[in-house]
T-cell receptor, first 114, second 116 residues
Framework: AQSVTQPDIHITVSEGASLELRCNYS??????LFWYVQSPGQGLQLLLK??????LVQGIKGFEAEFKRSQSSFNLRKPSVHWSDAAEYFC????????????FGAGTRLFVKA | GAVVSQHPSRVICKSGTSVKIECRSL??????MFWYRQFPKKSLMLMATSNEGSKATYEQGVEKDKFLINHASLTLSTLTVTSAHPEDSSFYIC????????????FGPGTRLTVT
């Protein structure tokens, strides 16, 4: 079955520290991969996406993610976290074979402490 | 940039009543829109795919008669929760595919429904 796993329900990091949010997927083939951020009461904003090519992708707000086919992972990273990064982060996959049906992970809530 | 709006952002209704949520693509056309439901501290669950000019496609386990979807135009899809019950209380989010960009979606800001 297709699924996306974000093993960390919540993470707390200090402002200025580095961040890594984990994401693993189970899919028949390499899907399209996404990371979204959701601030409280807000819709989702796309941080970055992987379709093909370079496995290290750069996104907005200083985020990057690395696709590792052997590990079926697409972890999100940021070298220095800002207080404004506190939000919910969702990893998602979509099929490459057609259609827009997107499957989301359960999300990771990021807390940033001063 | 392209934006998807939702109205209302928050609604409270009594049990047994119906409530309509609108999803609009503001500066682009969307023949397809998606409706998601987000439970507290949970991920987004795709409820249905709204198709302009034809019936919506519902995901398994979603009651068609309970969650009526109408894609009235290329910029508007509505979700009507009929005979609402407290367990229908949730955060409902719509999305529309980004024009010309495969598999990317613009998400609306969501609608918080509370059924009392």
């Amino acid at each position: 079955a297709q699924s996306v796993t974000q093993p960390d329900i919540h993470i707390t990091v200090s402002e200025g520290a580095s961040l890594e949010l984990r994401c693993n997927y189970s899919y028949g083939a390499t899907p399209y991969l996404f990371w979204y951020v959701q601030s409280p009461g807000q819709g989702l904003q796309l941080l970055l996406k992987y379709f093909s090519g370079d496995t290290l992708v750069q996104g907005i707000k200083g985020f990057e993610a690395e696709f590792k086919r052997s590990q079926s992972s697409f972890n999100l990273r940021k070298p220095s976290v800002h207080w404004s990064d506190a939000a919910e982060y969702f990893c998602a996959v979509a099929p490459t074979t057609g259609g827009f049906k997107t499957i989301f992970g359960a999300g990771t809530r990021l807390f940033v402490k001063a | 940039g392209a934006v998807v709006s939702q109205h209302p952002s928050r609604v409270i209704c009594k049990s047994g009543t119906s409530v309509k949520i609108e999803c609009r693509s503001l500066d682009f056309q969307a023949t397809t829109m998606f409706w998601y439901r987000q439970f507290p501290k949970k991920s987004l669950m795709l409820m249905a795919t709204s198709n302009e000019g034809s019936k919506a496609t519902y995901e398994q386990g979603v009651e068609k008669d309970k969650f009526l979807i109408n894609h009235a135009s290329l910029t508007l899809s509505t979700l009507t929760v009929t005979s609402a019950h407290p367990e229908d209380s949730s955060f409902y989010i719509c999305s529309a595919p980004k024009p010309g960009q495969a598999y990317e979606q613009y998400f609306g800001p969501g609608t918080r429904l509370t059924v009392t």
